[in-house]
Structures are given as C-alpha cells and as structure tokens.
C-alpha cells in the first residue's frame, strides 16, 4: 500500500547575497573601477618617493652633485627633476595597470554576453522548433485521431459481437484497445505541448497544493510501492500562481521520480528562500540520471522509457517558465547513498509583480 508521510519542518535555505546586492545594500562596497580609480596617484606618489630615494642614497654616499645657476645653488631644482621624472613613471606605469585590469574585466563582459547571445539563438533554435511542432501537431490531430476513434469503436464492437471469444483473440482485442489507448494519450500530450499555456493567476496557499497532491497519489496505482514523504515548514506564505498548473508539474515530476525509485523512496521538501522565493525539492533513491543525459533533459522527445513520450519535463519547465520561475537539475543529491538518485528544484517567486520590478 502507499505509504504517504506528510513531516513539518521549519529549516530555512540561507543565500548569501550578491555583489549587486552588496552594491545596493553596502555603502562600503565599491566595485572595480572605482577600487582602481586611485592606482594613477598612488604610482606618482610611489614614483616620487623612490626619485627621493635614490637621491637620498647618493647623497649618503658622498656622491657630489654640484647644481648651480648663475653661481646660486640649485640642488632644488636637480631634486625637483629627479622627483618628477620618478613621479611621472610610476603614473605612466600605475596607468598601464588600470587599463590592464581594465582590459580583462573588459573580456570577462565580452565573454559572458557572447554567452548569453548563444544561448538566446538556442533559445531561438528550440522556439523555431517548438513552433514546427506545434503546426505538425495540429496536423496530426486531424489525421490520426478520429481514424484511431473508429478503429478503437470497431475493435470493441468486433469484440463485442464475437462472444464468446477464444483466448487469443481476447487478448488480441485488449491490445489493440491498449496501444490505440496510448497512442491517442500521446497525441492529447502533444497537443497540450503544442497550444499556448493560457495561466490563470491568483494567490494560493502552498499546503493546499500539497494536500491535492496527497489525495491525487492515493488514487494513482503508479505510486502504491514507493514511500512517498512531504516535508515543509510550518508556515508557509501565500504565492501567486495558477494552483492546477503547478499541480501538474509536481506531479509529472513525481511521477518520473517514482518511476525512476520503484520500491524506493521519493521525497517532496518545500523550502523558504532569503530572496523572496520558494523552492520544491524532488529527490528519489533511484539510478540518478546520466552525465550526458542530464545535458538533454528538456529537449522535447528526449526520453529514456519505453513507453515515455519525452513532454513531461518539458511541459513542467514551461509551466514553471511561465511563472517566472525556474526548474533545475541538481546532480549527486538524490536520496541514495552519496547522494545517489535523481534531484529536481522548482523554483517559484512568492509575488510575481514585485519580481518582475526587481529583474
């Protein structure tokens, strides 16, 4: 039987803030540039104090220098000379510093918007081929699913007025009716995948979800081996959302979890963020999941299953996308020993208004 234990627990994540939090929070905090805004006096006054220096030094050792204009001593002028030449190198040399400093900083700008750009024209490749996707699945709706309506009738009434049937035939209609069952539950994924996600926000209580969530693994066969745990604090803010899209996430990604746990263990952990965020954590004790496929995991159609369509991770980061929210993968901290098993984080702002002001 399921085993669903629902345990409270009132640890909360802490993030250290951020150096643009620091900025803005910190009147201390200074960033690079203006930390090497005083490099150039500061090489003067080192040039200077060197020029001092060695005449110093001379003068120590008795070295004569005999300065005079118009027959006036003119030491001062010599010292003068000496100093400024000193002072002038140690700018010109505290200069090419900045602008070296200023060079890679200049670099590091360039090297991470070049990669912010190829991951928007990625981005741009995989709409491109969402959108094929979409015109291919309206096409398909069309052509394959009312042919399969009819041969999925005519299958259960060949059946029906053929009693009694032998065995094997019997077995032969339940098959048909299964795979025409299956095949038209892929096109219905396929077309959720491909229509627009109309969202209906509003705010909602967190435990509300999770109690849904509990009646919902109840009833599902899927889950009744595997021990299934809830944990989450004590009290837990309101958030806006759309309830039933959220549901639909956490429950795809359970699903796979159990899957993935068999006889296992799978824990749903919902955790307070410092940032104004909340987290679930989905961890099973399962295999984990594969370096090189961690790389693929919300590609669409990309799956592992026999029987798997590859759309439910994709669906669940789209509904999360459209939260304003994240779904991430975090490698070595499923439930198994040293971190064995598979770990997912979904990410969700607890006011998506105020979010959006920050970003």
Known sequence: MLNLLTMITSTKSEQQPTPAENAGTNSNYKTGSQRRRGYALWGAAAGLLVGLGDFAILHWLNFDFDVTINGKDALWLLLLVVGGTYALLGYVAARLYETKQDIASDKTIIEKQLQALRA??????EYEKLAAIGRLAAGVAHEVRNPLAVIKSATALIVEESQPLSTDSERAGKFVHQEITRLDNFIAQLLDFAKPTDMQFCETAIIDILDHL?????LEDTFSNTTIAIEHPDHIPLIECDAGMITQALLALLRNAVEAAGDGKVVLQV?????????????????GISPEDQQRLFEPFFTNKAKGTGLGLVMAERIVTSHFGRLNYIASAGLGDNGQGACFELVLPHDINEHLLKT
């Open 214 to 218: 509990a009646e919902l693994l109840h």
């Open 271 to 287: 955790t307070l963020n410092s940032n104004n965020s909340i987290s679930f954590f989905i961890k099973d004790d399962g295999p």
């Open 120 to 125: 928007s024209q990625q981005k741009n490749i």
